[in-house]
């Protein structure tokens, strides 16, 4: 047996069972298995197993510590954005603007309801684990076969086991009969594993491979088995993988989480710091000290963005939305912009890149290669030669094949829900698909060559035979099996011009193309035929039937790729995102898929899980950049991986569909699980889900989540410039000694409504068409960049300035009350200006299309609306505290505040000239 896995982790025996120093179960003999565990070949007595059952408890996964649905809401409040939009309320409502406050405080638990919606469900992991687990399973106790619930279930316990039925627990095999088992969950393969009672050698033997062993949450493909219970509940190989989700860090925020908490911490201080320095000054300068109080609290109100946590939760909500529609449902709200800023893609293969279901790929008759079409189970398709349907004389001998492919067979095709599913073994699933393809259906089969007898697969003989009449009353013997062996016991074969001898140069023929195949990564299985008397001898044994054979042909089978994973793919590369592959199958067919897919070079070669287990934490993380194909892993290896890209700054993504990819999906930045073919465990451990199981639909959400950071940015650029501009212009009227030039209600009116409204509609903007052009960002880049505060820093002082020069013209030819409603209208004014311009960090103005915004045009349009009115309306002057003023005045102003507008995309125009 090949060695290339580590064993597992020794379990811990039951107390009520005296066991020797634990070692690999795999390794020991039945009955030194039996007699460890104090058991026998009957099982265990109801009052042993009670005994037993008491002191391990029972076979159930236990769940981690559960988050009470209190604890999720009041987990809504860690953000300190939102604590400053607390303290904004707070602040409102002790200047007696108790609509504003209202209205702040509902933003607040608006935030609060939509994030403890989206989270709710986010613990559920463990407990779709408990599903998978059998409710029922047959046991042997008393000397007698016994249905018990699974949860009953104890080490020492016999299993009796047929196809159909779920595993319960661990178990050593003691006997099996054509025993096949589908590990696909556990293992990421395809294809069931053929299963035998014999003692293994090695203890260090990958998962995949330990066929004496049967394990939790598995099901029975074929065949029948009894297997001694030797782990139950969290000592199984899932309770393991439910250890490491438990653990996988489901705790950690998103990058977009982080950045937006250190900017919340920067302002909180920055805002205290200037409001201080401020009240110093004010009282070094003899100000009265309530009214430096009220213009301090002002300040503060100035400094906090209000609008920001609702515009970056509405931003999120829409795109949630559009992703939706792109076949991607997420989960949770920041998880879509921690995919746009993904750099890497960790995938599984089976089921996320490939189809997930044995298809055969090319069948070999008479010298002649045809390609088989059509994906899955199911019967569309068709199978061709140079790129041409079979002529009659080809479809001949490909019904003589495909007698094979059916009349050996013992799986069923079935269509649930519009899907072509296989009952039985994968493999068969296949070969049946292919003989439909061919010409021949199942009825057929039986209708015109009823079934006589079967001799059962074997390990040693590697081939299947089935007797079925013939028409005339004779009988035939259809075999297929490991082409090597089968090739020995023929003496004919099936050419164009019928049945001849077999030669020499035949053989070799036959051997090349078999070697040819296989180097393609397919699994290759043989066919030959046997015509026999009428009457069959009352014992048939293989080696009389299995003898001076017909060789009919080949076929070649592979789960194949998902005909969109390779453009997806291309689109990754391109947008400098690296795709990563890892599979629990052979390294040979994970590096074929991966070279056909584009993921790596020819010359690449896939790293094995037994070479990952020589690699220490720190040599994996210096060799993780290099390894694109990561083969043989288990659900430990894979949370390895994840845990040592994201060791080197990359935000990480990681896909798949199976319980085994569940701890890397949970430990990883963003974790996405496939919606049709994914365990309900991996859904719930995941941050999304793609619907499709498409891996074109994970590239369409990196380019929504990338769309909408890039919205996310422009809009708190576009609310943070504003509020820049509030403060230089009441700081430099403190600094001068003059009345402040805006009341906290001006202030809160523009936070609130006219930089709010436009920002909302900033947030919803298209996305760009080039946004997968650009690089991914680095996951230490900080949202607020040099460039992001020097056009913060240029914008505010050129609207505080054309605000502070209105203000001091007013002053010297009006009253108090009128120059301050100069400077309100003049701020208003070049804010919702500046809206147009903020779409776009690149772009000048005349160069965007703003019909694809008609929402900001119509805020905009509004917002100026009412800004005009509250000059010729006494109701609303009175409520915004504002002096009634010409339409002539209103123009003026309007004519200076597109200053700031004009001067800011000249600076645009300059830097798109610059080298």
Not at 1 to 9: C, D, R
Not at 233 to 248: D, R, S, V
Not at 415 to 440: C, F, N, R, Y
Not at 888 to 902: A, F, N, R, T
């Amino acid at each position: 047996m090949k060695s290339s896995e580590p064993s597992p982790t020794p379990r811990r025996a039951a107390p009520s069972v005296s066991t020797a120093p634990p070692q690999a179960w795999h390794t020991k003999t039945s009955e030194q298995v039996l007699q460890q565990l104090q058991s026998s070949i009957t099982g265990l007595s109801s009052t042993e197993a009670a005994q037993r059952l008491l002191s391990n408890g029972p076979n159930e996964l236990k769940e981690g510590k559960r988050i009470s649905a209190w604890q999720i809401f009041l987990g809504q409040f860690k953000s300190l954005i939102v604590w400053i939009l607390i303290v904004a309320g707070i602040i409102s409502g002790v200047l007696g603007e108790m609509v504003d406050a209202i209205a702040i405080l509902a933003i607040v638990v608006l935030n609060a309801v939509i994030g403890f919606y989206q989270e709710h469900s986010a613990e559920k992991s463990i407990a779709a684990l408990k599903k998978m687990a059998a409710p029922q399973a047959k046991v042997w106790r008393d000397g007698a076969i016994k249905a018990v619930p699974a949860a009953e279930i104890v080490t020492g316990d016999v299993l009796e086991l047929e196809a159909g039925d779920l595993v319960a627990a661990d178990a050593r095999l003691l006997s099996a009969a054509s025993f096949k088992c589908v590990e696909s969950a556990l293992t990421g393969e395809s294809e069931a594993v053929e299963k035998q009672a014999v003692t293994l050698d090695q203890a260090e033997v990958p998962l995949g491979d330990r066929k004496n062993m049967i394990f939790m949450g598995t099901s029975v493909a074929a065949g029948s088995g009894r297997a001694l219970v030797v782990a139950t509940a969290m000592q199984t190989e899932i309770g393991g993988i439910a250890g490491l989700l438990a653990e996988a860090g489901a705790d950690e925020d998103t990058p977009l989480q982080q950045k937006l908490t250190s900017f919340g911490r920067i302002l909180v201080w920055a805002s205290l710091g200037i409001v201080a320095l401020l009240f110093v000054l004010g009282l070094l300068r003899g100000m009265p000290f309530l009214e430096l109080f009220m213009t301090a609290v002002s300040l503060a109100v100035a400094a906090v963005p209000e609008g920001l946590p609702t515009v970056v939760t509405i931003a999120l909500a829409l795109g949630v939305m559009r992703m939706s529609r792109r076949r991607a449902l997420v989960r949770k709200l920041p998880a879509v912009e921690t995919l746009g800023s993904t750099n890497v893609i960790c995938t599984d293969k089976t089921g996320t890149l490939t189809v997930g279901e044995m298809t055969v790929r090319v069948l070999y008759v008479a010298g002649q290669t045809f390609e088989i079409t059509g994906e899955g189970y199911g019967p569309d398709g068709e199978v061709r030669v140079a790129g041409k349907a079979a002529d009659e004389r080809q479809a001949k001998l490909l019904r003589e094949l495909a007698n094979n492919l059916i009349g050996c067979n013992n799986a069923h095709l079935a269509l649930e829900s519009g899907q072509w599913k296989v009952l039985g073994d994968p493999t068969e699933g296949a070969m049946l698909s292919a003989g439909h393809k061919a010409g021949i259906t199942e009825e057929q089969i039986e209708h015109e060559m009823p079934k006589r007898h079967e001799i059962p697969f074997d390990s040693d003989r590697k081939r299947q035979s089935v007797i079925r009449r013939l028409p005339d009353g004779r009988h035939r013997a259809f075999i297929n099996g490991a082409p090597d062996l089968l090739l020995q016991h023929c003496t004919h074969i099936l050419t164009a011009e019928g049945i001849r001898p077999l030669t020499d140069a035949d053989r070799a023929e036959i051997a090349d193309q078999n070697t040819a195949l296989a180097a393609q990564a397919l699994r290759v299985l043989g066919s030959a035929q046997r015509d026999l008397d009428a009457v069959l001898p009352e014992q048939l044994k293989a080696e009389e039937v299995e003898r001076d054979l017909v060789f009919v042909g080949l076929t070649g089978m592979y789960d194949p790729p998902r005909t969109e994973a390779k453009e997806a793919i291309a689109k990754c590369h391109s947008a400098g995102i690296r795709v990563v592959m890892i599979t629990g199958d052979h390294p040979h067919t994970a590096a074929a898929i991966a070279r056909e897919l584009g993921i790596t070079t020819a010359d690449a070669v896939a790293l094995s899980g037994a070479e990952l287990d020589q690699l220490s934490d720190d040599e994996l993380h210096q060799r993780v950049t290099q390894v694109a194909v990561y083969a043989r892993v288990t659900a430990a290896h894979k949370l390895r991986i994840v845990r040592a890209w994201k060791a080197s700054g990359a935000v990480v993504a990681m896909t798949g569909d199976g319980v085994n990819d569940a701890p890397a999906i949970k430990g990883a930045d963003i974790g996405i699980a496939m919606g049709r073919s994914g365990t309900e465990v991996t859904k719930q451990a995941s941050d999304m889900i793609v619907t499709d199981d498409n891996f074109a639909s994970i590239v369409a959400a990196v380019e929504e989540g990338r769309g909408i950071y890039d919205n996310i940015r422009k809009t708190l650029q576009y609310l943070l410039a504003g509020n820049c501009g509030e403060l230089l212009l009441m700081t430099a009227a403190i600094v001068i000694g003059l009345p402040m030039p805006l009341l906290a209600l001006h202030l809160l009116w523009i936070n609130l409504v006219t930089d709010g409204l436009p920002a909302l509609c900033l947030a919803t903007d298209p996305i760009d068409a080039d946004v997968m052009k650009q690089p991914p960002r680095s996951r230490n880049e900080r949202i607020t960049d040099g460039g992001f505060l020097g056009t913060m820093f240029l914008t505010g002082l050129l609207t505080a300035g054309v605000s502070l020069a209105v203000y001091l013209y007013a002053l010297k030819h009006e009253s108090l009350e009128m120059a301050r409603t100069h400077a309100f209208a003049a701020l208003v004014f070049a804010e919702l200006l500046r809206a147009f311009g903020a779409r776009s960090e690149t772009r000048p103005l005349w160069r965007m299309n703003h019909l694809s915004n008609l929402n900001l045009l119509l805020v905009v349009s509004i917002s100026f609306s009412i800004q005009v009115w509250s000059h010729h309306n006494a109701l609303l002057a009175g409520f915004l505290k504002t002096s009634l003023m010409p339409f002539s005045e209103c123009l003026m102003l309007l004519s200076i505040s597109v200053i700031p507008l004009l001067v800011l995309e000249g600076v645009k125009w300059l830097r798109r000239r610059s080298p």
